[in-house]
């Protein structure tokens, strides 16, 4: 029996231990957007620092701007040893539950049911992220309560502004780039193709989240007394965030898709194997026709194609029954995701242009950026991807597939940029997780999969 | 003196008793729209049933299935007498008081204050409309109280719940159809042009209210995961709407515009002679250009043109910061005011069908209507529109000018279409008069010149 078989052996006769304390952790909703919950985001951080103390790892919790950082350092089997770095990364900040009355249980009171895969945890941060760092963690703690140690050195850091596009996180990174040195990150945040088939993310999207607030008159107006002579801020605004994409999809910012490379045909060819059912992705969200840019696959759109959404729209009267106003205020909520070759601030900047020159010069615009992050593109060739293979492959018992993603991560663009590191993207969700949604859920066999693959990987980084 | 004269030198000599009835009932907080204010409204239904008793009406409080009516007649000069019957129209209801804060005093303790147009009296429902029923109100007793009766037959109908969308008023007016005979309505619930010109209103916009749900996926979904794919209802939403309205301004349903005439010379020319000065207008809402279709006049596009306003608009995400989801559902209200020659169920067909036109097929559309109203045109060449505007020149010294009004007053198109009544928009509101807002006002000017209005109006149809 090898060290890693041994450390499996013992995942799996704790396995209840390192479920419950996934659970433990959801039960705190440390909703990063909400300031009523900053005391649950200090909660959750201090929740994994002890744990992480517990592992003897030196681990604090630290300051910023906005909410804390975890910051935790193991030193591996000691000074001497020839093993790699690796940086684990996660979020304890969840997305806010609202819609409350779709969901089915509580939010913030996780409840395992049973589904067609069987036993699934349903929660607010189910998955997205504190079921797959609990993965890492997971790994973590069983090379330690097995081995005494760990086989790699590690330091592990988690904010708690990822679901809010994590504005203290740079300043962090830049102020601290001694105490995170590392030669590899690693993340899991992302998903799998499939529930069977095992997956490394090697792409994803950027993004740029804004907020629009339009004011047109100086008060609501009566519709009636005023209607035909005074200008409309909902009006105006929805007229302007419809002219943002044309009739075949395609975004209208001038000099959008300056920059952007179509797909190598061996990038295509490789999705193409995936046979990807687009009708019946489509279908299970209750679908038949789908969006993006007339002319292009299916995964192209979802993982190499930019796009723009409306997230949130608001103004006037939106309360049971009749109000007869036209409202003085509107605004939206538009992100745009972006691929490869597409910088943020360009894109920014032409959506200010563009939305100025579509309202009427006596309204007022006010525009703010939430989020302005670049796509990603994972080398392939690296002794980590190779190594992350290898482990998913042990584990499934079948090759990995390098797959896109059409979310965004922007601290893997911010690793990148600032600390040189590039990420192992090695998710565990489905499409069906309900992330971000109501009833958000991970499959049981999705979290014991990624906490034996990360089990796998230290053995394999550290020669074990 | 004629008989009218010395009505109306009782109406002075008693003035201050006719105001103190008016402050009276003032302070009976009769809100229809909050249920703990159900006493007050029966209360300010009982302050007029008995007034009327006491001026020689049969007058009864009538039950509903909502606040009463009060219902009243007066026999007039007698059986034989060849005089006109009028149809009193009025509310005893309010508005809810609220944001209380903004008020300078308590608002339904009336106060009396000196204004640049002398003394006004400023309490919830000093204009609307128990400062504009209590002018009718007043005129009726001043004729009883000098003569000893009407010159002409009236019947009394106040109803309580205009302010709520009169729910019951239209079954009390099909079952009462008898006992509301008569031969024209007069109705004081509208405005001069300016408080030194006499006015009456002979046009009012129509009204349709809809609501619009629209569904696309089955649940709000992840804009990076599902961003490129799934359809989303915000931006299918805010792309319908946009397209009610082109570029010039105009609705672009089919038809809409069928069957509506132009304004004639003479009342182009009428309108204009008011110089109404549109860009003050729009400076006193903080707006320098006008909305509306271009090409048309302002108080065209305000009185005489159908406009199209989205009064709501929601969907996804309106809290703070960000949350990246592609909403699976967003609404809207959208209102058309109409003029004549519309129909509102061609209207509302239309936008039907324009909607269904422009949303996928897998996407589900709900449209509720909310309210659906013809536009109102008084014919100009009654003997009852000759006499109002001959009392108002008389009241004035200057001719009495035929306003529009952009607002829809449902009781008109109701008392038309249920009894076929055209009314007298005899109104002597001003554009300040904050109407529906904290310190509502009437001038006490505008409320004698009201007054005395009445009186002439009964002395002249009743051939006196």
Request: with cysteine; glycine share 10%.
């Amino acid at each position: 029996m090898t060290t890693t078989e041994r450390v499996l052996a013992r995942i799996g006769a704790d396995f209840a231990a390192y479920q419950a304390s996934w659970l433990d952790w959801l039960r705190i909703p440390s909703i990063s957007a909400q300031p009523a919950h900053a005391a649950d985001c200090r909660d959750a951080a201090a929740f994994v620092q002890r744990d992480l103390a517990n592992l003897g790892f030196t681990a604090a919790i630290r300051e910023t701007a906005g909410q804390p950082v975890v910051l935790a350092h193991h030193p591996g089997p000691g000074a001497g040893a020839d093993v790699p770095h690796l940086l684990f990364y996660g979020h304890y900040d969840v997305q806010p539950p609202e819609p409350l009355d779709l969901w089915t249980s509580k939010p913030f009171e996780p409840v395992v049911v049973e589904g067609p895969h069987g036993p699934r945890v349903v929660a607010r941060g189910a998955v997205d992220d504190k079921g797959q760092a609990s993965m890492w963690l997971g790994a973590l703690r069983a090379w330690v309560e097995e081995t005494g140690g760990l086989p790699v050195r590690a330091t592990v850091l988690i904010e708690g502004e990822e679901e809010i596009g994590s504005p203290s996180l740079e300043p962090f990174l830049a102020a601290e780039r001694a105490a995170l040195a590392a030669d590899v990150a690693v993340i899991s945040d992302t998903g799998s193709w499939d529930i069977d088939t095992p997956s490394l993310t090697t792409r994803l999207r950027g993004l740029v989240y804004l907020e629009v607030g339009l004011r047109a008159a100086a008060r609501d107006l009566h519709s009636g007394l005023f209607g035909g002579a005074a200008r409309n801020a909902a009006n105006v605004l929805a007229r302007a965030l419809a002219a943002l994409v044309d009739d075949r999809g395609r975004v209208t910012l001038p000099g959008f898709y300056d920059g952007i490379a179509d797909l190598t045909a061996a990038q295509r060819a490789e999705w193409a194997a995936l046979h990807y059912d687009e009708a019946a992705f489509l279908a299970g969200i209750g679908l038949r026709h789908p969006a993006g840019e007339a002319g292009r696959e299916g995964l192209e759109r979802r993982w190499a194609r930019p796009t723009c959404d409306i997230n949130g729209l608001w103004g006037g009267y939106a309360g049971p029954g009749a109000k007869t106003v036209i409202p003085a205020e509107a605004g939206a909520k538009v992100s745009f995701r972006l691929v490869p070759g597409q910088d943020p601030e360009t894109v920014i900047a032409a959506f200010r242009a563009f939305m100025a020159a579509q309202v009427p010069d006596d309204t007022r615009l006010d525009i703010q950026v939430h989020s302005a992050a670049r796509a990603i593109e994972v080398p392939q060739d690296s002794r980590f991807v190779q190594a992350a293979r290898a482990a998913l492959a042990d584990e499934y018992g079948r090759p990995a597939v390098l797959i896109g993603s059409g979310g965004s991560i922007p601290v893997v663009e911010s690793l990148k940029r600032l600390l040189g590191l590039d990420s192992l993207l090695l998710g565990f969700g489905l499409d069906d997780d309900q992330t971000h949604s109501p009833n958000e859920k991970f499959e049981v066999r999705c979290f014991q999969r990624g906490l034996h693959t990360h089990a796998r990987l230290l053995g394999r980084l550290g020669g074990m």
